[in-house]
Structures are given as C-alpha cells and as structure tokens.
C-alpha cells in the first residue's frame, strides 16, 4: 500500500511519500480502504518536536484519524460490515496510509447524506467542538469568545455557539480569516495581531461569559481578562506555543471558573457521534479549507505551520 513515512523529527521534509506492507485484520478487527486521513495541529508538532500525546519514535506512519470503507474483516468479526462507509481514530500513527486495520468497536458508520470528506473533518474537530460548547454551556444571549476561530474547532464552535443563542466574538489572523468567521456566523470579529484587539471586543461586546481558547499565551491571558465575574474560559489548544497558565487564585479572585475537559472514552464517542448527526442534519457545516494528495503531506504540513490555511485540512488518500 501507499503510505507517508515519519522518517525523523523535524520539518515537513520529513514527511516523505512511499511503499508499506499491507495490513491484515486479526481477532476482532477490521481493514479500512481509506479515501481521507485527518490532519491536526498536534500531529505538526509532534511531527517537528516529538511532543504530544504519542509516545512512539520513528520510523513510523503519523496519522491519527481516517474516513473510508470497511474493505475486510478478521476471524470472529460480523462480515455484515464490509462495505460500510466509516471514519475512525487510530491509536497516535498509522493514519497517512491507504489502508489501516482497527478494532471493530472504533469506527464510526457515517449517515446516510453525510459525505465521507465531511465526516472526516468532524472526527477529531467536530468532537472538540461539541465538547467545548458543552462544557461551557453558553446560554441565549451569553458572549462567548472564540480564538482561532477560522480553523478547524473555531469555525464549528462559531456555529454550535450561535446554535445555543450566544453573541459569538470570532478572533482569527487576518481579514480573510475574519471573513471567513462573519460568513459562519460571528456577530463581532476582531484580528488579534493588532495589540488593541481587546479594547475592540470591550467596545463591541463589553464583558464576556465565555472564552475558548486555542490559541494561548498572551492571547489566551488578554482574552482571560475579558471575562466578567461568573465567567468560563476553557483552555483547549496551545497555536501560540504555550498555555495561557492563568493562575486559579487570580480567576478566583476574579470569579471566573476555569474548565478542564476530562471526558471519559464513553463521552468522546458521545460527542463525535453528535458531532455527525448535526452535520447529516443540516445544522453543522465543517469548512474543509485545503486538500492535499496523500504523497503531499508534508505540502499539508507546511500550509498548516504557515498559518495561511482556513478550517480543516485534508489528504486525499483514493480518488
């Protein structure tokens, strides 16, 4: 099979295009023929530094979500579900490949009308998303802040945010960025390399009740001091390269409570199936923003840390 090979630490160039040996489903398993492999930001960084949730060294195929057809199954495995279309997480690699072998419990079976490009970019965004709009359970009429808001989580948590009635204050990079946010419904948008990005949001929203932050670092503490007393922010991403760190005593002091997202493996699957049920009902859109032939990742992952890229970005594994 045709496959992405992480050959070392380091830049994109690392990334390099080649052959692999088939899988083969055991016990319990089956084999997806994959069609899209998900990108995320955490795999740029674990591609370049070796941080992350993963623990494995290379050589090894990077990848950690895919979307395709059950091809194959193994011993003591429901042959009912060949032919079934299907996204699914892997365990941390294997996902830059055109075929991949997973327990028969993981994936996910797409709905019916929901195209399988869409539901791939909802795997792991979608999940996010709808996580952290229901931590933050903003209510009709609450602000709710949103950084990075033309990636990936950001253009899905302005939708489900305005779902909920909130008053959404989209923070992105870049008028094209900012458009893109107004088009998904923002009502106020504001570009956060300009310093005086929160005397704006203080201008045209006043206080806010709830911050999603992706970003971190001083965005991530300018946005906390946004917040009014019985505020939320949640702390979710690091794009700036380090945590907000927003010490409890002073979110105390300020009465906003800080939530930490601990979902148990029952509730992840609760919010990717969510995640695709309102996309297959017309109430969620994913942007897919950049889409890349699979012996291009590393084209994928230059666009990402470039930050010139919108929404979800994806490699095309099959025609």
Do not use: C
Not at 71 to 82: N, S, Y
Not at 197 to 218: F, H, Q, Y
Not at 243 to 251: D, F, Q, R, V
Request: aromatic share 4%; hydrophobic share 45%; glycine share 12%.
């Amino acid at each position: 099979m045709r496959a992405v090979w992480l050959t070392e630490f380091g830049a994109p160039s690392v990334l390099v295009a080649g052959d692999a040996p088939d899988p083969v489903p055991g016990p319990g398993q089956v084999m997806i023929d994959v069609a899209y492999a998900n990108i995320t930001f955490v795999e740029t960084q674990f591609r370049a530094t070796g941080a992350g949730p993963f623990t494995v060294r290379p050589p090894l195929i990077p990848g950690n979500g895919v979307g395709g057809v059950i091809t194959a199954v193994g011993p003591d495995t429901d042959p009912g579900l060949v032919g079934r279309r299907v996204v699914s997480s892997l365990n941390g690699t294997g996902g830059y490949a055109s075929r991949v072998v997973v327990d028969a419990t993981a994936p996910f079976e797409v709905p019916e009308g929901l195209p399988l490009d869409e539901a791939v970019a909802l795997l792991a965004d979608g999940r996010t998303a709808t996580m952290l709009i229901h931590l933050a359970a903003p209510t009709a009429g609450e602000r709710v802040l949103v950084e990075a808001a033309a990636g990936g989580v950001g253009t899905l948590a302005v939708q489900l945010a305005k779902a909920a009635g909130a008053r959404v204050v989209a923070a992105a990079g870049g008028e094209n960025k900012l458009a893109v946010a107004r088009s998904l419904g923002a009502d106020v948008t504001v570009d956060y390399r300009d310093p005086s990005w929160p005397d704006r949001v203080r201008a045209e929203a006043g206080g806010l009740d709830v911050v999603l932050d992706g970003v971190g670092g001083t965005i991530g503490r300018a946005a906390f001091e946004l917040l009014a007393p019985g505020g939320r922010m949640l702390s979710y991403g690091l794009a700036s390269g380090e945590w907000a760190s927003i010490p409890p005593e002073l979110a105390a002091e300020r009465e906003v409570t800080l939530l930490s997202p601990r979902p148990t493996p029952q509730e992840l699957r609760g919010y990717v199936e969510s995640a695709l049920a309102e996309a297959a009902a017309g109430r969620l859109r994913p942007l897919i923003g950049q889409r890349f032939p699979l012996d291009r990742a590393a084209d994928a992952h230059a666009a990402i840390e470039s930050r010139a890229t919108v929404g979800k970005t994806l490699l095309e594994v099959r025609p």
